[in-house]
């Protein structure tokens, strides 16, 4: 089983970037998808997450508006659309997935799996 992160690196206050996990090893399209992240000497804080079907997706109120989660099944992909990024969201990203229904957990251990993530900073 793995998930890797990729899509992470510096960009400017107000600047997008999008990062994407790709899945392998599990039924991704089983799988209610999460991304979770770690900022520098902070608590963990759940992000968003989207639906086996991609049909209903949430967002944490920090995020809302400037976030869209998404998924490819076919492809095994999850990905995180970040748009007027503030220097705030700078963290590390992770991607985690479970079954049974959308997680609201900030704790990537309460996940069935989980990447390694991927950095972004938010910076000029």
């Known amino acids: 089983v793995q998930l890797v992160e990729s899509g992470g690196g510096m960009v400017q206050p107000g600047g997008s970037l999008r990062v994407s996990c790709a899945a392998s090893?599990?039924?991704?399209?089983?799988?209610?998808m999460s991304w979770v992240r770690q900022p520098p000497g902070k608590a963990p804080e759940w992000v968003s997450n989207?639906?086996?079907?991609?049909?209903?997706?949430y967002y944490a109120d920090s995020v809302k508006g400037r976030f869209t989660i998404s998924r490819d099944n076919a492809k095994n992909m999850l990905f995180l659309q970040m748009n007027s990024l503030k220097p705030e969201d700078t963290a590390l990203y992770y991607c985690?997935?479970?079954?049974?229904?959308?997680?609201?957990?900030?704790?990537?251990?309460?996940?069935?799996?989980w990447g390694q993530g991927t950095q972004v900073t938010v910076s000029s």
């Open positions: 090893g599990f039924t991704f399209s089983s799988y209610d």
């Open positions: 985690a997935g479970v079954v049974g229904g959308p997680h609201y957990s900030p704790y990537v251990m309460e996940y069935d799996y």
């Open positions: 989207i639906n086996t079907s991609g049909g209903s997706t």
